[in-house]
């Protein structure tokens, strides 16, 4: 199976930044896309940011302009830079990879998630 680890999560103040880190490994031919998720509690797991392998890259409104997503192909992958960070940032974010395993089937994983905490 693909794993995926998150960190780089924490607590911040308003208006400070925070990366997320989240690497994939196991058994991978290729990833198509990665992503960033959060969700809030009572609230749908929603989309923050995406990437494919081309570079084309996605982003919920809410965050559009404070926050980045890039990623290290090499190193399978994908980092959210967040800056001015706001209290309603505050959930838990999960990182999703998919591409192609190894054993040569379609993937889709999704990481333990990881803490983003914004005071006031």
């Known amino acids: 199976q693909v794993q995926l680890v998150e960190s780089g999560g924490g607590l911040v103040q308003a208006g400070g930044s925070l990366r997320l880190s989240c690497a994939a490994s196991?058994?991978?031919?290729?990833?198509?896309?990665m992503g960033w998720y959060r969700q809030a509690p009572g609230k749908q797991r929603e989309l923050v940011a995406a990437?494919?392998?081309?570079?084309?890259?996605n982003y919920a409104d809410s965050v559009k302009g404070r926050f980045t997503i890039s990623r290290d192909n090499a190193k399978n992958t994908v980092y959210l830079q967040m800056n001015s960070l706001k209290p309603e940032d505050t959930t838990v974010y999960y990182c999703?990879?998919?591409?192609?395993?190894?054993?040569?089937?379609?993937?889709?994983?999704w990481g333990q998630g990881t803490q983003v905490t914004v005071s006031s």
């Open positions: 196991g058994s991978i031919f290729s990833i198509n896309a």
């Open positions: 999703n990879a998919n591409g192609y395993s190894g054993y040569g089937a379609d993937f889709g994983s």
């Open positions: 990437i494919t392998s081309g570079g084309s890259t």
